[in-house]
């Protein structure tokens, strides 16, 4: 249930300036307020806290970290966010909310995770959980630096920066304790089989697809430990998605009847397999077992095969212009219309989902796996 407001909002930037030494009380009520503007959705168990949501990874989870970049991996610009507060363009590869936000919102933390490289990012905003994730990112490499995005290992730098301002607010105990406690959120893999392996021919020279996908859950797995190393202990790793049943990878390779592509699929499914077994063996390692597999290839797959059992009325082509092929830049005000109803789509562009999907997908996930986040 949201608590009552007993402070108003003009009092709190005054009791800050009153003295350096209240400053842990000035964070606390900020952050009281802050996490009172949405209603939590799930119940957590008692005595259970998450002080924030936390995000690495790609386009799926981007909020805006891309929007000063010159990479073709970005969308701060109409008609992406036409359904986000207010209508605006942050970043996100989506009409509306991406599952970070969700995540936040169902939790009942705040309404949205902001993107860490955003300028008009507060203070406040820190204690409760941003996205270091970038559009175009990938575990191999290779694949983030075609895209222009944000690697891995810099997301990791920018979350040492964040680390590193949240203890001058709040200090070394609180920021332990936040780091701990928080919810951290991990989604890459997508465009390390649809933008590099299978888009690059000389790729496949020097990988096979088991040799390429171990590579990757390899990698995934160094993520998750260096993580752990920081501190995080609920910590979530999502497996790619039917890539091959995306509506850009089913026009580009799926034939005139624009079938699921069977190889792309099958790629996505053994690195799933490999990770799971990768993140199952650290997570017996460091004997935590809240260092968790989430499975995001069945409940996607399910919505796309039977998007009428969910309410949608297509699945198989993006709400953005024909929605065969319009993705990022392709999908604009200028040369591709809207679909006038986006809640009939399981996809927003021919890449990523709408919010309506994302967020089907986010209650399935929690209904599956929640005893296991705490």
């Known amino acids: 249930m949201e608590r009552p407001r007993s402070v108003h909002h003009h009092i709190i930037p005054y009791f800050c300036l009153v003295s350096s030494s209240m400053l842990f009380w000035c964070t606390f009520f900020l952050v009281l307020l802050f996490t009172t503007t949405t209603h939590a959705l799930v119940k957590l168990p008692e005595n259970t806290t998450v002080p924030a949501v936390i995000v690495f990874g790609d386009s799926i989870v981007d909020a805006g970290n891309n929007d000063d970049m010159i990479t073709e991996a970005r969308c701060d610009y109409a008609p992406y966010g036409i359904d986000?507060?207010?209508?605006?363009?942050?970043g996100r590869f989506s009409n509306g909310k991406v599952p970070g936000d969700i995540v936040a919102e169902e939790l009942g933390i705040k309404p949205s995770i902001p993107a860490y490289r955003d300028p008009n990012l507060k203070p406040e905003d820190l204690l409760t959980g941003v996205t270091f994730a970038s559009g175009g990112a990938g575990y191999v490499p290779l694949t983030?630096?075609?895209?222009?995005?944000?690697?891995?290992?810099q997301q990791l730098k920018y979350f040492e920066q964040y680390i590193a301002k949240l203890k001058a607010m709040v200090g070394e105990e609180r920021t332990q304790f936040i780091i701990k406690n928080s919810l951290f959120v991990v989604i890459c893999g997508s465009n390390d089989i649809a933008n590099d392996f299978f888009a690059l021919p000389p790729v496949q020279l020097h990988y096979t697809v088991a040799s390429f996908t171990a590579l990757m859950a390899d990698n995934a797995r160094s993520f998750a430990q260096t993580l752990y190393g920081y501190g995080a202990r609920r910590i979530l790793v999502f497996g790619a998605p039917p890539i091959g049943c995306v509506p850009s990878q089913r026009t580009v390779?799926?034939?005139?009847?624009?079938?699921c592509v069977a190889r792309f699929n099958d790629a996505s499914k053994l690195f799933n397999s490999?990770?799971?077994?990768?993140?199952?063996?650290?997570?017996?390692?460091?004997?935590?077992p809240t260092i968790i597999y989430i499975d995001i290839y069945s409940p996607l797959l399910d919505l796309i095969l039977s998007p009428q059992q969910y309410g949608f009325k297509v699945g198989d082509?993006?709400?953005c212009g024909t929605g065969l092929i319009e993705v990022t830049a392709l999908c604009n005000n200028y040369t591709a219309a809207v679909c006038p109803i986006r809640s009939d789509y399981v996809f927003w562009d021919s890449f990523h989902p709408t919010e309506k999907a994302y967020?089907?997908?986010v209650a399935k996930l929690f209904d599956k796996y929640f005893d296991r986040f705490f």
């Not at 490999?274 to 935590?288: H, P």
Request: hydrophobic share 35%; charged share 20%.
């Open 274 to 288: 490999k990770l799971s077994a990768n993140i199952d063996a650290l997570s017996t390692t460091l004997q935590d």
């Open 253 to 259: 390779a799926g034939g005139p009847t624009r079938d």
């Open 359 to 361: 967020r089907i997908i």
């Open 144 to 153: 983030t630096k075609l895209a222009g995005g944000i690697p891995l290992p």
């Open 84 to 90: 986000f507060d207010g209508g605006v363009a942050t």
């Open 317 to 319: 082509k993006g709400c």
